[in-house]
């Protein structure tokens, strides 16, 4: 515990040691981090169903179709990298890029898809300042976020059997939200916010030729805390959660400013 007191005392002065002007005046922004995921996708099937009448004591036969959904419980982590720039006052604009070490997929207790393989996501983003964080004053911001995942699952296992398949489940998310932001003892930022999620996602088992596909909008509010190491480094730590607790996503960043 002792180790733990005197870091983040060194941390604090060396901070406070920097000078800050300027410290949010800044051009260029690397993000590099790590996220757990924790998602439970939305799927729906329409199917032919058989449907036998009696009438009069005679059978009538006729397909009618059948809307069924159920949700997939996706577990990843993200290794991120990320390029912010700001080239006008008020806009920035992202690139981010993403691995997946990790991918697991729980179709209920004893069955799930697993991988020994990489998955990966990439996306584009932009924010729009509405009112400027200062040392002083209240941050607000708007932002659009487009982003593109692969998850690669080549194991089915069960309570008995664990054997090779190869399966894919793609997500497309679109996001539209708001973030504001307020600057503490000059070198935290405590940030909190609300986003609307549209995800688009595909479940594809390229053995049998099969794919279901499921569409759902969902809202979400995240709380952030950034801890300003120096006038160019600074770390991010957010959680993120979607109101009806389907989604909950975890991240810490270092960010390098110029």
Known sequence: MKKIYCSLLIICFFSLAFTYEGILDKKYKFNFGY?????????QTIEKEEILLDYNNKPYKYFDKTYKEFRIKNLSTNIIYSFETKPFDKIWYLLYFGLKPSQTIEINDTHKLS???????AGVG???SLFPLTLFSIGIDVYNKIFFEKFCFNYYISENDKFKVDTELFNLDILCGINFSKIFWKFIELGCGGEILYRNSSLVDKMNFYTVSGKEIVPQAFLSSRIYLSKNESINLSMKSSLDGNNFLATITIIIGW
């Open 126 to 128: 932009l924010s729009f």
């Open 115 to 121: 991988s020994t393989e990489y998955g990966w996501c």
């Open 35 to 43: 996220q757990y995921i924790q998602s439970n996708v939305l799927l």
